[in-house]
Each structure stands twice: as structure tokens, then as C-alpha cells.
């Protein structure tokens, strides 16, 4: 019999054994196949011995104290079994949840045990930040897992001994019964806690030690909290509350000695005297310190807590990377010329007159060809073409067979067949065709260029931004390459990504996706291939989950092959003195320290990443790289065709400039009283406000020789609307990362976005414009207001898109808006808007600029024509002729220039 059970029980237990292990062994079969398993078994044996580790010593810990409350409290009947094992079972769960939370912090205690110094130490403490980022929370956690480890041994440790005291005991049916004997009948209380005290005064000697080693820890944790205006320790910190907990770390420890002298005195009441003597003095030291904020530093707040300001300026500006920001005078000058235009044409001919988001829906329409394609986004990037440097959009062509007929939604179209996407479309920014849509350089399946560089030998993308389920290569299933026409044309992969299909990796992987298909489906061999995790984001992060990744990768054609570029972060949240902010666009984690310290570039066709540091000064790298060897490379290691498409990251660039829009103000007097604050401007797109977005720019920085790739930003002061200044940052190469900050006089005024939305709002000609345009069926999309520097000048540029407003309509750029100083001009293009006002060349007027008089019969003829020629507009619009549309535009144009 009993061998019986053993051979139903031994292959139940294999195989439950196996099922828990299949995500395991998913994980070391998907690692194995990206060359990345080095960093998997580190992350793994660290979490696996802290978890066996962490549980033992909890374990062996409280249910050694069990056992020995137990016999302490047992009475006549001696130690009850089942009680006992009872506890041994809270103490097992307990050590495993606590074994479980430990092994979580496996990036804690590898970061503390390579951590690298800043050589910069806090201004308080005279400490290295390194201490704060990388050792504080690794004694933190270790005073939190003693903590819990002696507190709940107290309590588990009482209760064993109070149920084998008081007589607890289960029956036969598991119920409990109270069975009286000799205890604790005709003892006192001190005689029945007496024999179980020196148990609890070691305990609480135990606990209170630890308390003492968290109060003297919570002290440098003020560096980094928030408590009215100082970001970090002020006055009150410093003076009361620092001290005190100083105080209280040894009056902590004094008490914990004070039981352990307990175990000489055998008095009981000490416990209670010692634990109310504590909280009686942290309530004491709380009030002292709200006391001290109230009466003393809030009358006189500045000039107390002026040094402390002045800690936490310094901190923000190095924790954000803003310390070496060059500043520098901007005198706008209104003396631009039509022969400084034209000195000035590699920034004139790449203004990005295209906003990214009518072009993503123009793409959609013109260059997606079937719906089981889609642009998850547009970038925008440069390229040398032909000797020109070149301001493009780019969008990569992805596959998404979640849009497969609801009939062609099987198992073997989704993850056989329709396995990837096909090449990417390219247009400048600035170019439009005379149908006001985009010119491409790259565009069509298969991918077409007039620019040999821009050519593709692999074209198809495996993995890419969208929502890309697993799939398998080399079947015996031909996969969907692209469509010619009314044929499909097929493919089979030719690389060596993804995990070999034997039959194990086949039976985890059939568990793991819940997919029989797997084990079952003829078209698989050995020799087939599994990919997972191929959307970019979520691949980097299963590989590199300590890094914080930018949530805007960008497409690269580089070397006859499309590749990803994404930026990533170091981020810590424990910067003394830095303050914290708390965005989506990085992180939904409070930081005040962040660097982009890594650019991760991931091959479209083969799934390949690399990881490489371009900020090797940072500490944060440094130490990671120290924990796991051989994961990231050197910048220098990056081709260079790839390395010239390094841009700035946009989300980074945010935060950077929010900031420093506060922290400029480096005087601690101007920066308490908030005199001088800059903030991020908004301006109108479509018909909304919205909060101004850093852009792109190819253009010759005032005082440089070249132009450049430069991502910027402009300023106002905060509840104004006029500019400031603005920022920019170098994204190429030479002089990558360097910031610039432009300061306006405050003297004069210079346009800010929202007043030149006014200026256009107030314009009688472009209203009459738009108000016509935005009829019923067609409505008009105002652009981003581009503000672009030339040599000492500004000049605002806004694009005007008209679209129909039924669905799938196709955006087209109708007219451009420029202003320059109090000149305002609108024009079908940007070269006949700078004419205008730079060539003295007459305006086009766009629509009726004269308003019917009565009596005027030539003004009703006129009219009348406008009237029907723009029903028939409509007409055209409705039905899609956008062509036709136009001619009618053109020719109510024509009428009223004439009139």
C-alpha cells in the first residue's frame, strides 16, 4: 500500500514541481537565446540566497523562541504538541513572507556592495552621497527585517507562552479546551510572568537596540524629505529634530541595556516604565521641534533658513544635471534681412512645418496600404542626404494582426504567418507637394528612396512599439512578407534570434502562453524559432529592469537596416537636498536625481540589444555596471552612422527645464520671494491650450559658425505671457548633452507663444480665413507655434492643416503663418510668407478682405460667385474630392484677389 501511494504521489509531485518551474525555466531558455544569462543568474542567485537565507534565520530565530516560551509556560501536563507545532506553522509563514520580501531587494544589496563614491559629500552630515543612494537603503532594510524579526518573535514567543500557561490544549478534533492545572492557581502575576521575563527582556533588549539603529538611520533621511519651503533639512531639523533623534538613539539603546539589567532587578513594572519613558520623550522632542517651527523660524523663515535654501539650489541643480548649464544674454535684434534669410537657409529649410500628429494620420492614409499595418508613432530625426543636412520624420510600418479580419484571426495567421511589419516612410519635415501633402524620401512596400544611403536589405521588422504577440519562424508555414499588388508576396526569416523549439522548450513554453497549438502544430521542427517579448520596451526592461527607460523610442535606417534607439535613465530618489518630482514621462516613482546614463539600441530584424554608456562620469552606471560585467559597452563602441542619430531625450529634457525654470534663480532671497520664475509656456493646437512641448530644431546657434541639431524650449515668467528665454541642448556628436539657456531683456518685450495665437486671433484676414475653412465638413488644425532663432532675431512660424471631419480624412497643409516683430503674415507656403515680410513682396490675401456695402451691386456679384463656388467646396470636401476642393479654393481666391 504504501508503495502504492509513493508511485502516485513521486510523478504528482514531478509534475507539480514542473509547472511551478515552467516560468523559471522560460526565463533561463529566453536569456539564453539573447546572450544576456550572465544577468539573469546574478538577479537570481542574489534573490534566491537573500530569500533562503532571509527564511531560515527568521525561522530558526522565532521558533527557537517558541520552543523555549513553550517549555518555560508548560505546566503540569508539559509541552503541548500541537500548540507547539501551531506556532512552528505562523513562524514558517511568516519567514517566508519575509524571506519573499527580502529577496526583492536584491538591486539594494548588490548596488551596496559595488556602489561607487560621488566625492561629494552632504552639507550636513559631511558624508559622500554614495552613503545616501546606495548604503542608507541597504541598512534600511536591514533594520526593517531585524525589527520584524524581533517583534514578531515577542509576540509569538507571549502568545506560546501564555496558551501552554493557562492550561490551552487540543483534542482529538482539533478543538481547543482549556484544562486547568497547578498554574496559575494561587500565584501572583509577578509569580506567573516571572518565569517567562528573561525571555522578554532579551527581546526587547533585541528591539530596542534596533530602534536605536533606525532613529540614528532616520536622520539622514530629513536630507531628503519635504517639510515647508526647505527641500531637505532646515532649521528645525538641524537644531531640533536631528538632535533629538540623536537623544532618543541613545536613550533607545539605554533602555534596551536597562532590560537586560532586568534580568538582575527581576521587576517586571521595568518593561512598562521603560517603553512610556520613550514615547513620552518622542512626544516631547515633536512638540520641541513643531514649537520651534511655529514660534521662532516662521516669523524670521528667510533668514534661518537661508543657508538651507542655498543647500537645496545646489543639490537640484546637481541632481538634474544643471550645474554647468552656460547662460548666456539674448538681445533680441529686429534688423534681420532677406540676404540673412538666405545665409541662413539650412535652418529656414528644415522649419518643421509638419506637426507629428496630422502627419501620423496623413501616413495612415497614404502609406499603410492594408489594415493589419500600422505607425505606432512618428519621430523625428537628421540625416546627411546628398550633402544636406536634413530635419525628417520617420515612422516604422508595423505589423498589427490584431486587425486581421475577425474570420483570419487564427492561431497559425497571428503567430505563423503575420509575423512582422515592412520598412519605414520617411518626409522632411518641411516639404509639401502643391496638394499641401508631405514629400517622401522613403515611402511604399517595398521601400523606395532616391538617396542610396537610405536603402534597406532587411526591411522587415520583428520587433518594434506596438502590442506584438509571440510568434515562430522557420515553419513549414510560409510567413506574409508584403503585398504586390493583388499577390502576397512570402518570406522565410534568415536570422538566429529567439529560443530553439526542442521538445522541452516546447512544453514549458505551451504552459507558460497557455497555447496547445504548441505541442500539437505540424508546422513547427526542431528547428523552429520562438520570439518573445518583441515589443522593444518591455525586451530592455526584462533584461535591465533597474534602468528606467524613456516611453518615446525612435526608429533609426542605419547601414541597410532599420534599429531602435531608446534612452534610459538612472534615477534614485534619495539626492540630499535635490527636489523631487513625480512624472509619467519617465517614471511614475518620485526622483530627484536622474541622468540619462545609457542609450539601448535594438536590431528591428534579429531582436539583438546592446547597451551602451554614454555618461561614464555617472556613479549610478558606474555601480550597475560593476554588478552585472559584460552588460553594457562604451559609447565609442556604437557605429558611427548610428551614433550621429543620438538625440537628446524629449522626456528628460522636460523635467530638465521645469526645473531649472525655479532654480535659476541661485540667489537664495530671489529664489524664496519666487521673483524671477520661469515656466513652460503653452500655446494653441487645434483649438485647445496646451502646455508648449520641447522641439527639434536643425539651426546655427547665435555665436556658432554651423548649424546643428538642437532640441528647445522656450520660457515666460510665470502668470505672463511674454518670452524670457529659451533652452536648448546639443544632440550631435561633438557636443553631445551640452546645455545652453538664452535670457530675453527684461527690459523689452518679446512675443511669447499664447500672444502670438492673439496677434493671429486678432488678424481680420486669417480669421476670415479660418472662419471660412471651418465650415460645416471640414475643420482647421492650428500646428505647434515653432519660435526659431536667427542670429539675434525670432521668427514664429504656426502651420495651418485643413481636414475633413468625417473619419479617414486626410490632413493637408494649407497655409503657413510666420511672424516677424509687428509684421503677421499667412501664406500657402512658408518661402511666399518670409517674402512678404522680409522681400517686400505683396501678400496673397487668402479670402474676402472687403465687407459687402449695401448698394454695392459688383460686391453681390462677386459674393454670390464666393457663395456658390464654395458650396460646390463643400460638396467636393464631403465626398472626398479633396483635389477638387482645392481648384475651388483657388478659384474663390482668384475672385477675391481680383476684387
Known amino acids: ?103 526583492s531587494s536584491w538591486e539594494i544589496i548588490l548596488a551596496f556592495l559595488d556602489q561607487t563614491p560621488f566625492h561629494i559629500s552632504d552639507p550636513v552630515f559631511g558624508l559622500d552621497i554614495s552613503f545616501y543612494i546606495f548604503s542608507l537603503p541597504f541598512y534600511t532594510i536591514l533594520i526593517q527585517y531585524l525589527l520584524a524579526l524581533f517583534v514578531f518573535t515577542l509576540i509569538i514567543s507571549s502568545v506560546m507562552y501564555a496558551a501552554h500557561r493557562a492550561g490551552v490544549r487540543i483534542d482529538e478534533y482539533g478543538v481547543f479546551q482549556y484544562i486547568p492545572g497547578p498554574f496559575p492557581f494561587g500565584l501572583s502575576w509577578k509569580d506567573t510572568v516571572g518565569r517567562f521575563l528573561p525571555q522578554v527582556n532579551c527581546l526587547l533588549f533585541l528591539i530596542f537596540t534596533t530602534l536605536a539603529a533606525f532613529l540614528w538611520l532616520t536622520r539622514y533621511s530629513t536630507l531628503y524629505t519635504s517639510k515647508g519651503t526647505v527641500i531637505g533639512a532646515g532649521y528645525t531639523d538641524v537644531t531640533i529634530t536631528i538632535p533629538a533623534l540623536t537623544i532618543l538613539t541613545v536613550i533607545a539603546f539605554l533602555i534596551g541595556l536597562l532590560f537586560l539589567l532586568n534580568e538582575k532587578i527581576k521587576r517586571s513594572e521595568m518593561i512598562a516604565y521603560g517603553i512610556g519613558g520613550f514615547f513620552i520623550i518622542a512626544i516631547l522632542s515633536a512638540g520641541a521641534g513643531f514649537l520651534v517651527q511655529t514660534l521662532i523660524v516662521e516669523p524670521n523663515e528667510f533668514n534661518l533658513e537661508r543657508t538651507y535654501l542655498g543647500y537645496n539650489i545646489n543639490s537640484t541643480l546637481d541632481g538634474y544635471n544643471l550645474a554647468n548649464i552656460n547662460a548666456r544674454d539674448f538681445p533680441v535684434l529686429y534688423n534681420l534681412t532677406e540676404t540673412d534669410i538666405r545665409n541662413n537657409n539650412a535652418t529656414i529649410s528644415n522649419i518643421r512645418l509638419w506637426d507629428w500628429r496630422p502627419m501620423k494620420t496623413t501616413l495612415e492614409q497614404l502609406q499603410l496600404f492594408r489594415t493589419y499595418y500600422t505607425f505606432n508613432d512618428v519621430d523625428v530625426d537628421r540625416y546627411w542626404l546628398d550633402g544636406n543636412y536634413k530635419q525628417v520624420h520617420i515612422s516604422a510600418r508595423e505589423m498589427n494582426s490584431y486587425n486581421l479580419p475577425q474570420q483570419a484571426q487564427t492561431w497559425v495567421n497571428r503567430h505563423l504567418v503575420f509575423t512582422h511589419g515592412y520598412g519605414a516612410v520617411m518626409s522632411p519635415v518641411d516639404r509639401i507637394t502643391t496638394n499641401g501633402l508631405p514629400e517622401f524620401f522613403v515611402k511604399d512596400i517595398p521601400p523606395s528612396s532616391p538617396f542610396p544611403s537610405l536603402s534597406l536589405d532587411h526591411p522587415q521588422i520583428y520587433y518594434g512599439e506596438g502590442d506584438i504577440p509571440y510568434c515562430i519562424t522557420n515553419t513549414r508555414t510560409e510567413e506574409f512578407d508584403y503585398p504586390s499588388g493583388d499577390e502576397n508576396i512570402y518570406s522565410l526569416y534568415d536570422g538566429n534570434a529567439g529560443v530553439e523549439l526542442s521538445l522541452l522548450p516546447r512544453l514549458v513554453y505551451a504552459i507558460q502562453l497557455g497555447s496547445v497549438e504548441l505541442l500539437v502544430s505540424g508546422s513547427l521542427t526542431p528547428d523552429s524559432k520562438l520570439h518573445l517579448y518583441r515589443n522593444i520596451l518591455e525586451r530592455t526592461s526584462k533584461i535591465a529592469p533597474f534602468l528606467t527607460y524613456d516611453s518615446d523610442p525612435y526608429v533609426v535606417m542605419s547601414d541597410g537596416k532599420l534599429s531602435w534607439i531608446i534612452d534610459a535613465y538612472t534615477t534614485s530618489d534619495r539626492y540630499p537636498y535635490s527636489e523631487p518630482v513625480r512624472t509619467g514621462e519617465l517614471s511614475a516613482k518620485s526622483m530627484n536625481y536622474v541622468r540619462n546614463s545609457v542609450k539601448v539600441i535594438v536590431d528591428a530584424y534579429t531582436g539583438d540589444i546592446r547597451y551602451y554608456i554614454v555618461d561614464p562620469d555617472d556613479p549610478v552606471i558606474q555601480t550597475y555596471a560593476k554588478m552585472f560585467p559584460g552588460l553594457f559597452r562604451p559609447v565609442d563602441d556604437i557605429p558611427d552612422d548610428l551614433r550621429s542619430h ?52 536643425i539651426m546655427k546657434l547665435p555665436g556658432e559658425e554651423r548649424e546643428e541639431f538642437i532640441l528647445m524650449l522656450p520660457f515666460t515668467p510665470r502668470n505672463k505671457q511674454n518670452l524670457i ?64 532663432p536667427v542670429e539675434q532675431s525670432l521668427l514664429y512660424v504656426e502651420p495651418l492643416y485643413l481636414e475633413a471631419t468625417q473619419k479617414g480624412t486626410l490632413p493637408q497643409l494649407q497655409r503657413v503663418i510666420v511672424s516677424y516683430g509687428d509684421k503677421l503674415t499667412m ?73
Open 1 to 103: 500500500m504504501r508503495l502504492r501511494k509513493l508511485l502516485i504521489f513521486i510523478p504528482a509531485a514531478v509534475i507539480l514541481l514542473f509547472f511551478l518551474l515552467t516560468d523559471l525555466l522560460s526565463d533561463l531558455f529566453w536569456y539564453a537565446s539573447v546572450g544576456y544569462s550572465p544577468v539573469f543568474l546574478t538577479i537570481l542567485i542574489t534573490s534566491a540566497a537573500l530569500f533562503v537565507i532571509g527564511t531560515l534565520l527568521f525561522f530558526a530565530f522565532s521558533y527557537g523562541n517558541v520552543i523555549l516560551a513553550a517549555r518555560t509556560g508548560a505546566g503540569a501536563f508539559g509541552v503541548e504538541k500541537e500548540i507547539q507545532y501551531l506556532g512552528g506553522i505562523a513562524c514558517a509563514v511568516a519567514a517566508g513572507i519575509t524571506g519573499l520580501s527580502l529577496s
Open 646 to 697: 543620438l538625440r537628446y531625450p524629449h522626456g528628460l529634457f522636460n523635467i530638465q527645464a521645469e526645473i531649472y525654470g525655479i532654480y535659476h534663480m541661485t540667489d537664495p532671497r530671489v529664489f524664496y520671494n519666487r521673483e524671477d520664475a520661469w515656466v513652460i509656456p503653452d500655446e494653441i493646437y487645434r483649438k485647445t491650450q496646451q502646455r508648449f512641448e520641447p522641439y527639434y530644431v
Open 725 to 788: 528665454g529659451w533652452m536648448a541642448v546639443r544632440c550631435d556628436p561633438d557636443r553631445y548633452g551640452e546645455m545652453i539657456v538664452y535670457q530675453f531683456s527684461k527690459q523689452e518685450l518679446t512675443y511669447g507663444p499664447m500672444q502670438i495665437e492673439a496677434r493671429i486671433d486678432q488678424d481680420t484676414d486669417i480669421s476670415q480665413s479660418i472662419t471660412l475653412w471651418s465650415q460645416a465638413g471640414s475643420s482647421v488644425v492650428r500646428g505647434n507655434t515653432l519660435i526659431i
Open 827 to 899: 501664406q500657402p507656403t512658408l518661402n511666399e510668407a518670409l517674402q512678404v515680410i522680409f522681400g517686400g513682396r505683396q501678400a496673397r490675401q487668402d479670402i474676402t478682405k472687403r465687407v459687402e456695402q449695401p448698394g454695392d451691386d459688383q460686391s453681390s456679384s462677386i459674393l454670390g460667385q464666393i457663395s456658390g463656388l464654395y458650396k460646390q467646396a463643400q460638396q467636393a470636401l464631403s465626398s472626398g474630392s479633396l483635389g477638387e476642393y482645392q481648384q475651388f479654393v483657388d478659384r474663390i481666391g482668384t475672385l477675391v484677389s481680383g476684387y
